[in-house]
């Protein structure tokens, strides 16, 4: 599997797949409570001829209980695979780079797909289809309001205010593509949790305010968000929360 090392960047997805944010007008909210929700990253790519079962086993979370609350699911393609002979579409060198980071902040002892990071550590426990245990655990609550493209959020930093960053992701589900070379030619893929955007924002005050990327065409039906809070220089999370985007 290739192996990098590479200094720790800002992480700002570039628009590889134009997909629709909600129109102006469709309100949802998200809140995670004080339980801990843990983030769960899969690294992956549609060159890889390990990853889909991965994958499927990734998208078997939308129907898990614990989804939102307790999990929340996120599907990073890296583009590290695409020299084999096909290019994942899904793919970002800035997804890449969030494993490499990874990595280098010792959350992971080498860069591979498929790759799990389940709540900022590496979790191998998939390749012996053993069962996810998490941690429950109390934690400070996250807010996320979001209003067409604008998106604001609140998390409570206690009596001492600390710069914290914000990130969020448009997650894309019931995604499929027909691989027509490279190690898994022939195959037809389906993705969910698919990460198409992320943006990060920092914050001294637990408050944010943003907009998401401004959206023209829309390949994508169905859609979610996924939002956890962050030190700004550790990829860890500290609480997240989700849910669907409903048109």
Known sequence: MPQFNTALISILLPLTLL??????????????????????????????????????????????????????PMAFHV?????????????SPANSTRQRTHKIQ??????????????????????RRGTLNLADSEAKPLRVDIDGAAVSASYTTGDVAEPLMLNVALLGFNLSNQ?????????????DFVVLQQK???STNGSWQLDMPS???????????????SHPHSLKPLQATGGWLKN
């Not at 899969?42 to 307790?70: H, M, V, Y």
């Not at 002979?85 to 899904?90: L, N, P, T, Y």
């Not at 959206?215 to 809070?229: D, L």
């Open 19 to 72: 997909v629709p944010a909600a129109q102006a007008g469709d309100i949802h909210s998200f809140a995670s409570g004080n339980t801990r929700a843990a983030t769960i990253e899969l690294f992956t790519s549609e060159g890889c001829s390990s990853c889909p079962p991965a994958d499927a086993w990734l998208s078997g979370l939308k129907n898990d209980p614990r989804l939102w609350k307790q999990v929340v």
């Open 79 to 91: 583009d590290y695979w695409d020299y084999i002979g096909w290019r994942d579409r899904f793919a």
């Open 106 to 127: 010792g959350n992971i002892r080498s860069v591979y797909t498929p790759g799990f990071v389940v709540d900022g550590r590496e979790w191998r426990g998939w390749f």
């Open 179 to 191: 691989i027509d070379s490279g190690e898994n030619s022939g195959r037809r893929l389906n993705h």
């Open 200 to 202: 990060s924002m920092l």
């Open 215 to 229: 959206i023209t065409e829309s390949p994508v039906e169905t859609k979610g968000i996924a939002a956890w809070i």
